[in-house]
T-cell receptor, first 113, second 115 residues
Framework: GDSVTQMEGPVTLSEEAFLTINCTYT??????LFWYVQYPGEGLQLLLK?????DKGSNKGFEATYRKETTSFHLEKGSVQVSDSAVYFC????????????FGGGTRLMVKP | GAVVSQHPSRVICKSGTSVKIECRSL??????MFWYRQFPKQSLMLMAT?????????EQGVEKDKFLINHASLTLSTLTVTSAHPEDSSFYIC???????????FGPGTRLLVL
């Protein structure tokens, strides 16, 4: 079946450090890929997405590239801020409407001043 | 952007009682809504798909008589946890897809604590 695997957290970084959160997937078809962010006490928010191979999603300084050859969608940010502290979820969908999301386990990021 | 609300945000109840959680799409219509359960430090697990005007579709292992879902209108779905027990304590999250947006919009979640 379809699945998403993320690196386990927590990831603890100092402010302005470089961030990478790894995400790999297995899917029977050609999925759309997403990163969602969950700030403390809040619901999930879409951070970025990519719908086909080699697409790069970007938002708020974060970016991720859809790599079909390695079935990966790693999240990166060049300089993290304390306000980026949250839980990040990688997800895939085989439905073009973004329905039926399959989530990874989530990675907690803690950024220290 | 599209907004999904949930009510209540937090509820504490006694074992054996029933709890209703509402999920509303505030500025768009949703013929489908999804209910997820999130355990501490874990990912979201899809419980069921709520369909306006028809029965909900439950994921394997989810008791439909335990978790009653009613999609009463194009903007409201409710999840009722019947005869709640401490093991039902969790964070329940709903979401609704927006046509053409290729994504789902999530509610802020409801934290349920059963004593």
């Amino acid at each position: 079946g379809d699945s998403v695997t993320q690196m386990e957290g927590p990831v603890t970084l100092s402010e302005e450090a470089f961030l990478t959160i790894n995400c790999t997937y297995t899917a029977t078809g050609y999925p759309s890929l997403f990163w969602y962010v969950q700030y403390p006490g809040e619901g999930l928010q879409l951070l970025l997405k990519a719908t086909k191979a080699d697409d790069k999603g970007s938002n708020k300084g974060f970016e991720a590239t859809y790599r079909k050859e390695t079935t990966s969608f790693h999240l990166e940010k060049g300089s993290v801020q304390v306000s980026d502290s949250a839980v990040y979820f990688c997800a895939l969908s085989l439905n073009n409407a973004g329905n039926m999301l399959t989530f990874g386990g989530g990675t907690r990021l803690m950024v220290k001043p | 952007g599209a907004v999904v609300s949930q009510h209540p945000s937090r509820v504490i109840c006694k074992s054996g009682t029933s709890v209703k959680i509402e999920c509303r799409s505030l500025d768009f219509q949703a013929t489908t809504m999804f209910w997820y359960r999130q355990f501490p430090k874990q990912s979201l697990m899809l419980m069921a798909t709520s369909n306006e005007g028809s029965k909900a579709t439950y994921e394997q292992g989810v008791e439909k008589d335990k978790f009653l879902i009613n999609h009463a209108s194009l903007t409201l779905s409710t999840l009722t946890v019947t005869s709640a027990h401490p093991e039902d304590s969790s964070f329940y999250i709903c979401s609704a897809p927006l046509t053409g947006a290729e994504t789902q919009y999530f509610g802020p979640g409801t934290r349920l604590l059963v004593l």
